[in-house]
């Protein structure tokens, strides 16, 4: 089965590989993405409950404002600035940073799985509501 691509929807798939949407600001690459309320990019944070539902996935790639790119769901993204601990899982933390720190507050979404120190496996999202 190849990679799946479709038109992004505020709640996308669970079964894509791929989100494609524009940039509702300027995004770095490597940072978790939501869709916001008009089905454009944004930081997801996992700090803000709304978000925890609207996870698009991993940007492999930087987004200019206004310009379309993907997120990425599913795979494996590789970084050689990474210095991951195997074993351990990777969070959402604030402003789509990646941490191996969970958060206390909002919610905590497990986005992936070290596979050695640069490399991370995407896992679907399934996040966890404090207080729920």
Do not use: C, K
Request: hydrophobic share 45%; net charge negative.
């Amino acid at each position: 089965m190849g990679v799946v691509y479709r038109i992004p929807s505020l709640l996308p798939d669970l079964g894509d590989a791929v989100t494609i949407a524009t940039a509702s600001i300027s995004l770095s690459a490597l940072r978790v993405a939501i869709l916001d309320n008009a089905g454009q990019f944004a930081y997801a944070d996992s700090a803000t409950v709304s978000h925890a539902y609207r996870v698009a996935g991993i940007l492999p790639y930087a987004i200019s404002q206004g310009s379309e790119g993907i997120a990425q769901r599913l795979g494996e993204i590789a970084d050689a600035s990474w210095n991951w601990i195997r074993g351990s899982p990777i969070y959402l933390g604030n402003n789509g940073q990646l941490t191996q720190t969970p958060p206390t507050t909002g919610f905590l979404l497990i986005v992936a799985q070290p596979v050695n120190t640069t490399t991370i496996n995407l896992l679907p999202p399934a996040p966890i509501l404090f207080g729920a």
